[in-house]
Structure formats: C-alpha cells, structure tokens
C-alpha cells in the first residue's frame, strides 16, 4: 500500500537535506536535489518498515502541507532569540520546499494496524 508524508526539503550553501515532522527522526541529506528525495523517500520507507518488524507504533501521514508550513514557520519563530532553528541548529538555510513523498507500507501492517492508513489531504 503507498502512503503519503509531507516533507520539509532545505537548501543550505553545502548541501540538501531533508524529514517529514510525522516521522520525526527519519532525514536524508545529499549534495544535489534529486538525490535528497530519492534518499528520504527510502529512508522513510525503511524506517516505518523497522518500525513495524520491532514491533513499534508506525506513525500515520497526518500533517498537510499547510500545517508544516505553520509548524516550520512557528519553530523558527520560537527559536529566533536562541540564534537557531530545530530544523537547521545553527546552518544557514538558503531555501526550504514543502513537498510530498509517496512510500509503500507492507499491507501487512496496514491489516494489522489500521492507523498506519494515512490521511492525504486536500490541497494537492
């Protein structure tokens, strides 16, 4: 089954990176723009995949690109006297790009789990 997650893409003068807030933990970074999609698309992939296989909660896709558009937007807000951002911790972001990734979770685990079926929003 293909599920959803948005994911917050920044450039920074050395590199991209990514993650998705609904998976928090889960990034991907690489020198060129293509790569770094193709990495956080399988690193989501594999990580809700271990998530399930050690028996953990799968984290369903429920943020839409307007709400991490706020969330992004308040971290950095909350953090402009700390001189650092959650997301960046210091790194000077040049541009960021809200987006989507499209990854597959096991059947299996949607069968067993029925709150890893994602919500996809309505504003594609």
């Given at each position: 089954m293909k599920?959803?997650?948005v994911v917050v893409y920044e450039r920074t003068p050395n590199n991209y990176s990514a993650g998705s807030p609904d998976v928090l933990g889960c990034v991907a970074a690489a020198k060129t723009w293509k790569k770094t999609q193709k990495l956080i698309a399988e690193a989501l992939e594999l990580h809700l995949q271990d998530l399930?296989?050690?028996?953990?909660?799968v984290p369903v896709s429920r943020m839409s690109l307007?709400?991490?558009?706020?969330?992004?937007?308040?971290?950095?807000?909350?953090?402009?006297?700390?001189?650092?951002?959650?997301?960046?911790?210091?790194?000077?972001?040049?541009?960021?790009?809200?987006?989507?990734?499209?990854?597959n979770v096991p059947d299996y685990a949607v069968a067993e789990n029925p709150?890893?079926?994602?919500?996809?929003?309505?504003?594609?």
């Open positions: 599920s959803r997650f399930w296989e050690t028996g953990q909660p307007a709400d991490a558009m706020d969330d992004y937007v308040n971290v950095l807000t909350d953090n402009v006297d700390d001189g650092y951002s959650d997301y960046g911790d210091g790194v000077d972001v040049v541009e960021v790009t809200f987006g989507w990734v499209e990854v709150a890893t079926t994602s919500r996809v929003a309505d504003e594609d």
